[in-house]
């Protein structure tokens, strides 16, 4: 296996990268980083502060007083805010939110890039998001542009919301899903995009162990395994 590497995985919300980066790393021993947490760790920041979260100046302001770290528990990434484990409460709808209007601002992406490239410049990293094959690790030895159809990923939160126990609605995820993918597509900084090296891989017609072969593939055709 090659010394040190780092995997770029970007892709648009609930296409999987999530759970394929996860069980990719764990297959090449590598740290797992999941750069959307970090997003929602600042988010919550902010929110607890009472900020107007459209308020550039003061969220651009307080991000100095937000510290973000990282720890590993058996392999699971543990997210620190100023020291507090907020693992759990970046998972809320209110925190995903937070994240995604706060995520826009130049200054805040700043914070969390530079931490994202120390963690990938001293590990071997799976790192999944938005930007990470763009911006974060332009030197990435392999980036994987992991997409699906809107109506396959709408099907699939259709699926996880009824096994919850809820009562949701296909048309309107497939077009909540559309809208979120036409927002990160077209903001101003650190849009969502497939890099120009990017591998795609479309997980359509695949299933979780069907998408983990391709990277495999991926992994040994760019010299990683
Ligand atoms: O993947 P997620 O839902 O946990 O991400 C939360 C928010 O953070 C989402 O709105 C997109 C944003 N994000 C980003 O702008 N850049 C990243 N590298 C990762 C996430």
Same mark, same amino acid.
């Given at each position: 296996m090659m010394e040190h590497f780092n995997i770029a995985i970007d892709g648009p919300a609930g296409a999987g990268k999530s759970t394929l980066a996860k069980k990719l790393a764990q297959e090449l021993s590598c740290v797992y980083v999941d750069t959307g947490a970090m997003y929602r760790a600042l988010g919550v920041y902010f929110s607890? #502060? =009472? #900020?107007? *979260?459209?308020?550039?100046?003061?969220? !651009?302001e307080a991000v100095s007083g937000a510290t973000v770290s990282l720890s590993y528990q058996d392999g699971v990434q543990q997210v620190f805010l100023n020291g507090e484990d907020v693992s759990a409460v970046i998972r809320s709808e209110e925190a995903g939110l937070a994240a995604s209007r706060t995520s826009a601002y130049p200054a805040v992406r700043a914070q969390l890039t530079q931490l994202q490239k120390d963690l990938a410049a001293k590990e071997n990293v799976v790192m999944d998001g938005r930007d990470i094959g763009s911006?974060? *690790?332009?030197?990435?030895? #392999? /980036?994987?542009? *992991?997409?699906? !159809?809107s109506r396959v990923r =709408? !099907?699939?939160?259709? +699926? +996880? #919301? /009824?096994? /919850?126990g809820e009562n949701p609605d296909l048309s309107r995820i497939i077009a909540d899903i559309e809208q979120r993918d036409e927002q990160d597509k077209t903001r101003k900084v650190a849009p969502l995009i497939q890099a120009e090296d990017a591998e795609l891989l479309d997980s359509s017609d695949l299933d979780i162990n069907g998408v983990l072969e391709r990277m495999r593939e991926l992994c040994r055709s760019h010299g990683i395994l």
């Open positions: 607890r #502060l =009472g #900020l107007d *979260l459209a308020d550039e100046a003061a969220v !651009s911006v974060v *690790l332009p030197d990435a030895q #392999l /980036k994987i542009y *992991l997409t699906a !159809s =709408g !099907s699939r939160r259709f +699926e +996880e #919301l /009824k096994a /919850k």
